[in-house]
T-cell receptor, first 112, second 113 residues
């Protein structure tokens, strides 16, 4: 049983560009949450998707958007990249209303 | 404001020694508290989850305690190994969906020979 998978592992982008990160949830999970983790900090909640809709959102600008597909996989899109967007982006999956979240290995985004 | 504070910020111990990491929180209402282990550049891996009615939970050499009255938790690592070198993050959840988590900034543990 595969756990949460994310792609790509690493990514380097230039300021102003756009990026798409991908996540496949653990088998049996239908809810996907995205987090941003700056170096030396704890993860910050970006948003959560369930039934292909954004259900909850943290304190992130509209440049951060997402999507969930019928197979429960999800994408995180970031437009107009800033240097401060450089971070480890984590995806976590769970059953709806379940309290056990499983994290993926993360995507390391570097903006130059 | 809902906060989770961890101490120490970093810790260096010799292999084979025990150590205890601390977590204080002000999150309210409280649903559960989790400890995660995070290797550098990797996603967090769950070690323990405790609800308010549980005051201790073990996972191998890891033992977590919870005092919901004082809003404090600790993670005790016994007979440390080099592979225990990682960041340990305390996460407190409010009732509701799994997204309502407040993360601590973690304790960076280094186990040396």
């Amino acid at each position: 049983d595969a756990g949460v998978t994310q792609s790509p592992t690493h990514l380097i982008k230039t300021r102003g560009q756009q990026v798409t990160l991908r996540c496949s949830p653990k088998s049996g999970h239908d809810t996907v949450s995205w987090y941003q983790q700056a170096l030396g900090q704890g993860p910050q909640f970006i948003f959560q998707y369930y039934e292909e809709e954004e259900r909850q959102r943290g304190n992130f600008p509209d440049r951060f958007s997402g999507h969930q597909f019928p197979n429960y996989s999800s994408e995180l899109n970031v437009n107009a990249l800033l240097l401060g967007d450089s971070a480890l982006y984590l995806c976590a999956s769970s059953r709806v209303q379940g309290y056990e979240q499983y994290f993926g290995p993360g995507t390391r985004l570097t903006v130059t | 404001k809902n906060q989770v504070e961890q101490s120490p910020q970093s810790l260096i111990i010799l292999e084979g020694k025990n150590c205890t990491l601390q977590c204080n929180y002000t999150v309210s209402p409280f649903s559960n508290l989790r400890w995660y282990k995070q290797d550098t550049g990797r996603g967090p891996v769950s070690l323990t989850i405790m609800t308010f009615s549980e005051n201790t939970k073990s996972n191998g050499r890891y033992t977590a305690t919870l005092d919901a009255d004082t809003k404090q938790s600790s993670l005790h690592i016994t007979a440390s190994q080099l592979s225990d070198s990682a960041s340990y993050i305390c996460v407190v959840s409010r009732p509701g969906t799994a997204s309502k988590l407040t993360f601590g900034t973690g304790t960076r543990l280094q186990v040396t020979l």
